[in-house]
C-alpha cells in the first residue's frame, strides 16, 4: 500500500501553484498511490478562504475512487479564536486527521507566541501536526521544532520536508532520533541524505511524501532504490503514516 501523507489541493497565493481534484486523483491512479492526505495550498489571508479550501478537502474525502484523508492548515496569526475554531470544525466536524504549519508561507516562526499557541489548540485536539521545515530561514529550522517538541511532548509533530532546502537535513535527523514526539517527512530530501536519515532514524520515523504531484514517482524511485529490505520499504510507503496520522 502507498499513502502520499503531504499533498495539497486548491490555489497557492504565497508559491503560485494550483493543484485540482482531478490532477490529484489522475496522478495517484497513475503512479499507484492507494491514497494521499490532502492539505490546502495556501489561500488569501481570509478565514473564509481558508473554511472553503477545507470544505473542498473535505469534499475529497468523500471521492471513492481513491482514499483521501484532510489535514488542516489555518494562517497562525488569525485570532486564537479563529484559528481554534476552525481547527476544530476540521477535525470535529470535517473528520481531518492533522493540522499543518507553514513557516515559509504564514511568516510564521513555530516557536513564538502565535505558533505556540496553535500548536497548543492542536495538542488540544489529539491529532499530530506537520510543520514545514527546510526553506525559509530561521523560522523554518528544525531547532524551532525541537523547541515545540519540548514544549508540548504529548503533541506528535511530522517535519515536513526534513529539513531540506535550507542546509538543516543533519539538524532535523538529530531531533528525530532524540525526540519521542518527532517524525520526517523526506520529501526533496536527496538520496545520499535519506540513505543517512534511515541509518540514524530508521523507517520506523519517515513517511513517504510528494509535496507536488509531478514529485510522486521521483519520490517514489528514491526510497525503491535506498530502502533495501522490502518490510522496511512497506514501512515508510504507508506503514508509519497509518500509524501516525490513525488512518482508517
Ligand atoms: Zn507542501
Redesign the pocket.
Known amino acids: 500500500m502507498i499513502i502520499d501523507a503531504?499533498s495539497?489541493l486548491g490555489y497557492d497565493v504565497a508559491f503560485d501553484l494550483d493543484n485540482d481534484e482531478n490532477l490529484l486523483i489522475e496522478n495517484c491512479k497513475k503512479y499507484g498511490v492507494d491514497g494521499a492526505i490532502v492539505?490546502p495550498f495556501i489561500p488569501r489571508p481570509y478565514v473564509e478562504d481558508y473554511k472553503a479550501i477545507h470544505d473542498r478537502i473535505y469534499k475529497l474525502t468523500q471521492n471513492k475512487e481513491r482514499k483521501f484523508w484532510g489535514m488542516s492548515s489555518m494562517n497562525p496569526h488569525f485570532r486564537i479564536e479563529e484559528y481554534a475554531e476552525e481547527t476544530e470544525r476540521c477535525v470535529k466536524e470535517l473528520g481531518f486527521v492533522a493540522a499543518k504549519l507553514?513557516p515559509i508561507g504564514h511568516a510564521v516562526n513555530p516557536a513564538s507566541r502565535d505558533g505556540l499557541a496553535c500548536c497548543d489548540v492542536v495538542r488540544k485536539l489529539g491529532i499530530p501536526l506537520m510543520i514545514?521545515t527546510g526553506n525559509g530561514g530561521s523560522f523554518a529550522d528544525p531547532i524551532q521544532v525541537a523547541k515545540v517538541a519540548e514544549e508540548f511532548p504529548d503533541l506528535v509533530i511530522v517535519m515536513?520536508h526534513a529539513g531540506s532546502g535550507g542546509g538543516s537535513i543533519g539538524t532535523a535527523s538529530y531531533i528525530a532520533r532524540t525526540h519521542d514526539n518527532v517524525y520526517l517527512e523526506p520529501?526533496w530530501v536527496d538520496i545520499a541524505a535519506l540513505e543517512g536519515m534511515l541509518k540514524e532514524v530508521g523507517c520506523s520515523k519517515l513517511m513517504f511524501s510528494s509535496?507536488?504531484v509531478d514529485n510522486i514517482p521521483v519520490e517514489l524511485a528514491k526510497y525503491r532504490t535506498a530502502v533495501k529490505k522490502e518490510t522496511d520499504l512497506e514501512r515508510i510507503l504507508s506503514g508509519t503514516a497509518v500509524e501516525v496520522f490513525g488512518l482508517k
Open positions: 503531504h495539497h492539505q507553514t514545514h515536513a520529501s509535496d507536488v
